[in-house]
């Protein structure tokens, strides 16, 4: 099983970075047939920018552009995706939302057919999902800010592309949680990853 494990914060020192290191740590615990790549968005310095070239892509008469051709190959070569985002604005920041916007392009995620049906097209894909809040948990209820999150990100996206959302987890870092438990979890959460894939070839190797 191999994973392709995506961070989205621009600093490399901070908790979503340790959570997604330590989500590979646990991929890794798993065996040694398990691995996985971290895509550090914001070090390798992807463009979120939705381009013209992008609007040819999507709209079928150009081919993807290079930086979009390399992470539909890198998505290509997973069995698994696994997000980690801190939560800005009650959703994920923009450099991941644009990092969607423009690899999980139509023809390529998905194909929509003369505007009546949609074809989803990474159906043997799953998804583990971890968003890190700075809010506690009571701002989250109140609002119904994790559902409405969710909604939009596992139907909205997901779904959409035929991606079964395998996990979806809220830390928080108010209320007093200690951020070494979740990181246990984030470790528990990479161990567990492998188990969820279904693939013909592992299925038989089992
Ligand atoms: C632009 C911005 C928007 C934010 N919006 C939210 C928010 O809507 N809800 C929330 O719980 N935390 C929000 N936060 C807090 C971050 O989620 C939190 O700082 C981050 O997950 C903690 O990780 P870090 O210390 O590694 O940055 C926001 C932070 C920033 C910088």
């Not at 892509?57 to 390399?70: C, G, Q, S």
């Not at 951020?179 to 990853?193: F, Q, S, Y």
Request: charged letters at 20%; proline letters at 5%.
């Amino acid at each position: 099983m191999h994973a392709l494990v995506v961070v989205a914060h621009p600093n490399s020192g901070s908790f979503s970075h340790a959570v997604a290191n330590h989500i590979g740590q646990g991929i890794e615990d798993a065996g040694p047939e398990h691995s996985f790549e971290l895509a550090d968005l914001s070090e390798e310095g992807f463009d979120p920018r939705f381009n013209q070239d992008d609007i040819a892509a999507f709209e079928m008469r150009a081919p993807f552009p290079d930086d979009v051709l390399a992470e539909q190959r890198r998505i290509d070569a997973a069995d698994t995706l696994v997000l980690v985002f801190p939560i800005y604005w009650w959703s994920m920041p923009a450099i991941l939302k644009g990092w969607i916007d423009r690899v999980f392009s139509n023809g390529w995620a998905y194909e929509d057919i003369d505007g009546e049906k949609v074809i989803k097209k990474l159906n043997h894909l799953k998804v583990h999902l971890v968003a890190i809040g700075g809010a506690g948990l009571g701002t989250f209820a109140r609002h119904g800010y994790f559902g409405a999150m969710n909604l939009q990100i596992h139907q909205g996206i997901f779904d959409y592309c035929g991606i079964e959302v395998a996990t979806s987890e809220l830390m928080l870092l108010a209320d007093g949680n200690d951020p070494a438990e979740h990181l246990k979890k984030a470790r528990n959460i990479g161990a567990a990853i492998p188990a969820k894939v279904t693939r013909p070839e592992l299925e038989m190797a089992g």
